[in-house]
């Protein structure tokens, strides 16, 4: 039969496996398509294929014009087989190319070719060549903490229930080209392969109510399952067998990886997340752990049959396994099968104890003692490892059984530590309430330094001021029940459960103190004199204004006294979260980047003349608009003395399933942030650098000039919301059942009101992709045409010289090549009225050529992606079946926002988004 999928004619000798599994899938897709909806239907989606590709071949005008013709013939019913066929082709097409990624770094391997960049191996032969190689990496180790952190933003429009069908499809592929298959195994597999194909056709692509946090919760779990307990001691028992080959001896590395959540704990905009959500997503948490605990196991207990009579064991396990509830006479010469049983019957009463309903077999003894928490269980495990390495069973003691540990050690019985944010002006109206019921009304009138000193007297009085509920309003009950609800999850799980709370929109000294007073009221600080605080309390700084004045509040804060005082308890480290969305909404791609770069740059020195320890947590998005891009190239390109063995991330949207849902795939991310981490804070220069002040200065003269052009069209430029809102689907986005969290912090047109997500999505899914590089053309025409030659030759060693300005080019780079202005050209013409549309879209479309220009001039490319071939090959692949969905989404606009009331004219926009977003990959 023919395929669907067609891959590039020209692709290399090496990428013809990803061929062959596209053609493949496409075929089996074509079969499936035939067969459930008849011949007809299949030439129909064939007629589309060949029409998309041919267009992108000849980029020719006719060409694009039977295209369109082609599409407009369609009826809606039609349409919306033919959104759903291209959407999946899209599927498919990603999970054969993350199986060809999975491929090349297999061979890579097998050929015993040098390490990889981005690879742990590479990082610590570049630092072991180094003087006292060695003991930085144990002082490394000694402090690092490295902590992706999941977030539920409303950008990943796929339903489980496909990601799961993914996962089949990609380990049946997987099969194929790791075993040497029988025809008849061969067969078996593809028919295989066909069923889960016909399951996805015959399964419902969108959600049909709207996403709860429990639901939220329920799907960010799934990552661990999928990847993170699986992989993550893996990770730990590569690295300390690379560091003992290195060094001589194996290491004990203490636990620095850690996934973490914000999902159940992110208040900020979302009135869905309460007490009992939050207290729910840490009782979730728990008992996904002691679940994979119980299994494990049993799993242990099933395989390690080690007879005495055969091996001499450990005094220790003797003792233990004699303990045991374990009676039957089968196992009496069995000590790690009745220390196992023992051990199983234990975490069966604490996930009990704990209030979990967990699936377990029936403990051997019911009444078995809870573990007082996971370091007990782990020191029952570590007799049964040591015993191994009594007699000499190494492979065993490094085994299954050390991947447990190591799991009891990163995860505990609490999984993941979950963040708590909430925005600073709903931390005012609870301290105001508070200040008033202790008789000192007036709060939210003070000025910043009169809060300062009510909020101290307040804290150093250390009363409660919370006891009666009844007299505060419902917005600030709820607040202060979360602290309580927080204090719970404190005394179930420990305080590694919930440890962070975050404040948006930090502005002032006294968002920290205010949200010092709410802990306060919980018990979740402690009374002088010596002030404990039991998590952190970490400012976000997110628009320009907030990044520009970060240093000046946290040298005012930790010039306070009070506050030092708590930080000591918290071993003098002090968080500060940098926000990429709101900062580029606010000033656009290059004035964003620039001002999170220098806001770092103040911070390490304002903290190093107060001796205060950095970390930062990045909340960078998926797409370049919010801070995406490489992980490795990012981290690398961070300000020396800024990671300092430290460093959290978000990952969001549909980021998360793009790097964590192939366990593979995951782990080689989870590697890459370890290898980063590694190498920018032991290999990066610390010391003065001559040509960092013309750098400095040449990109304070650029993000001048990329302002100015970005707020001029944004926010300057009369009628630009109405365009924004006409040329993108951001009003369908918002009925779609992707997110728990409302897209707008109001109902109007603001752009300043809507949330930077679906601002960004919105840009992504009209192929503008604005966002991720507007400004940055005009800026450096302005430039050159200032400083002549010599300046653009200056821009060109900056790019060959200096890492921050090349990946912020790479970015770039990979924006413009998904920006496609034909496409885009279609959604401008949603915009009535013609003399706005022509206006704006012209200068769009003026800024887009601008900036491509530039940055050739700058990196000498002749092309985009001229460096990126694996990228190139990706879109040449997949845009023949993201075009159509372009070109149908926008009709199916122009329909409904014409009164059309058919369900099925919503149904296919909501598809056309979900098909766009899954082909573009990074979209919000």
């Known amino acids: 039969m023919k395929s669907l999928l067609s891959a590039p004619a020209d692709i290399s000798s090496k990428d013809a496996p990803l061929r062959e599994d596209i053609r493949l899938l496409g075929r089996i897709l074509g079969d499936t398509l035939r067969e459930q ?94 003087p006292a190689g060695a003991d930085a990496v144990q002082e490394f180790f000694g402090k690092a903490l490295i902590s992706p952190v999941l977030t539920a933003h409303p950008t990943e429009v796929q339903r489980k229930s496909i990601l799961d069908c993914h996962l089949e499809i990609s380990s049946l592929l997987s099969e194929r080209d790791r075993m040497d298959m029988t025809p008849d195994e061969l067969a078996a597999n593809e028919e295989a392969l066909r069923r889960f194909v016909l399951i996805l056709w015959q399964t419902r692509m969108l959600r049909t109510t709207k996403l709860t946090v429990p639901d939220e919760i329920n799907n960010g779990l799934a990552y661990y399952s999928y990847t993170f307990l699986a992989e993550i001691p893996r990770i730990y028992a590569s690295l300390e067998k690379l560091l003992e080959e290195r060094f001589g001896k194996r290491p004990r590395i203490p636990p620095f990886l850690r996934v973490g959540s914000w999902i159940g704990g992110d208040r900020d905009g979302n009135p869905y997340v309460t007490h009992e959500v939050m207290l729910n997503a840490a009782e979730r948490h728990s008992a996904l752990i002691l679940e994979h605990y119980l299994s494990e196991v049993d799993l242990l207990g099933t395989r390690l049959s080690l007879t005495s009579r055969m091996v001499e064991i450990s005094g220790e396990l003797e003792a233990f396994a004699a303990q045991s509830p374990d009676e039957a006479a089968s196992r009496a010469d069995e000590p ?32 078995g003692k809870p573990y007082a928490d996971a370091q007990e269980f782990i020191g029952e495990l570590d007799i049964l490892i040591a015993s191994l390495h009594h007699h000499r069973a190494f492979s065993l003691a490094r085994g299954r059984i050390a991947c447990l540990r190591r799991a009891a050690d ?136 907030d990044l520009r004045g970060c240093g000046t509040i946290m040298g005012e804060l930790f010039s306070t006294a009070y506050y030092r005082n708590l930080l000591k308890s918290r071993g003098n480290v ?91 795939i995951g782990r080689r991310n989870l590697e890459t942030l370890v290898a980063a981490t590694l190498e920018a804070t032991l290999l990066h220069h610390h010391g003065a650098d001559s040509t960092m002040p013309e750098y400095h200065r040449i990109m304070e003269a650029l993000s001048h000039d990329a302002f100015a052009a970005y707020r001029k069209l944004v926010y ?153 071939p694996a990228l190139a090959r990706s879109l040449s692949t997949r845009s023949p079946y993201i075009d159509p969905l372009n070109h149908l989404q926008v009709s199916l606009l122009q329909r409904h926002r014409a009164g059309d009331g058919d369900e099925r004219v919503k149904r296919g926009i909501h598809l056309t988004i979900n098909g766009i977003a899954a082909g573009l990959r990074n979209s919000g």
Do not use: C
């Open 574 to 664: 002090q968080e500060v979260m940098l926000g990429y969305s709101d900062s580029n909404k606010d000033g656009g791609y290059l004035t964003a980047n620039w001002e999170l770069y220098k806001a770092e740059i103040e911070l390490v020195e304002i903290f190093a003349k107060h001796g205060i320890e950095l970390r930062l947590f990045h909340g960078r998005g998926g797409t370049v608009g919010r801070g995406g891009g490489p992980s490795y190239d990012a981290i690398l390109a961070q300000p020396p003395g800024s990671v300092n063995a430290q460093i959290r991330i978000t990952e969001q949207g549909e980021v998360i399933a793009s790097k964590y849902s192939n366990p593979e």
């Open 410 to 545: 990163v995860f505990g019985f609490h999984l993941a530590p979950l963040d708590m944010r909430q925005h600073s002006g709903v931390h005012e109206r609870v301290a105001d309430e508070l200040l008033a019921n202790a008789g000192s009304g007036g709060y939210a009138q003070l000025e910043e330094a009169a809060r300062r000193t009510a909020l101290l007297a307040a804290l150093q009085a250390g009363r409660n001021l919370s006891e009666d509920m009844e007299k505060f309003s419902h917005a600030a009950q709820g607040e202060l029940r979360i602290m309580r609800a927080a204090a719970d999850i404190h005394r179930r799980f420990g305080r590694t459960a919930l440890p962070n709370y975050v404040i948006s929109m930090t502005r002032g000294v006294s968002d920290m103190l205010e949200v010092a007073l709410m802990l306060q009221q919980a018990g979740l600080l402690g009374a002088d004199p010596d002030p404990a605080l039991h998590l952190n309390i970490v400012p976000l700084f997110e628009t320009i204004a």
């Open 37 to 130: 909806e008849g011949d007809a239907v299949f030439e129909m989606v064939e007629n589309v294929r060949r029409a998309a590709v041919r267009f992108r071949k000849t980029r020719d005008e006719r060409d694009r014009t039977r295209l369109e013709e082609v599409l407009d013939a369609l009826s809606t019913h039609d349409t919306l087989t033919v959104v759903r066929a291209f959407s999946y082709f899209s599927q498919l097409s990603n999970i054969a190319e993350d199986l060809h990624r999975n491929r090349r770094h297999r061979a890579h391997l097998k050929a015993g070719s040098p390490p990889q960049q981005g690879s742990v191996q590479l990082a610590l032969d570049r630092i072991q060549s180094k």
């Open 336 to 367: 790690y099968r009745r220390a196992l049983i023992a051990i199983y019957s234990r975490l069966a009463a604490t996930a009990k104890w704990l209030g979990h309903r967990v699936e377990h077999l029936s403990p051997v003894d019911r009444n």
């Open 716 to 868: 300057e430029t009369p009628g630009f919301s109405d365009f924004f809102f006409a040329a993108t689907p951001i009003r369908e986005i918002a009925e779609l059942n992707i997110g728990s969290r409302p897209a707008s912090r109001g109902g109007g047109n603001k752009i300043e009101d809507l949330r930077a997500i679906p601002w960004v999505f919105s840009w992504s899914l009209n192929r503008m992709l604005l966002p991720g590089w507007y400004g940055f053309g005009s800026a450096v025409q302005q430039f050159i045409e200032r400083e002549g030659e010599a300046g653009l030759a200056q821009l060109q060693a900056m790019h060959r010289n200096w890492p921050f300005f090349r990946s912020l080019l790479s970015n770039m780079d990979m924006v413009l090549s998904k920006t496609d202005l034909g496409i885009a050209s279609r959604y401008a013409e949603l915009v009535p009225d013609a003399s706005l549309r022509d206006s704006i879209f012209g200068e769009i479309a003026a800024e887009w050529r601008r900036t491509a220009d530039m940055l050739f001039a700058i990196t000498g490319a002749a092309a985009l992606l001229q460096d990126n």
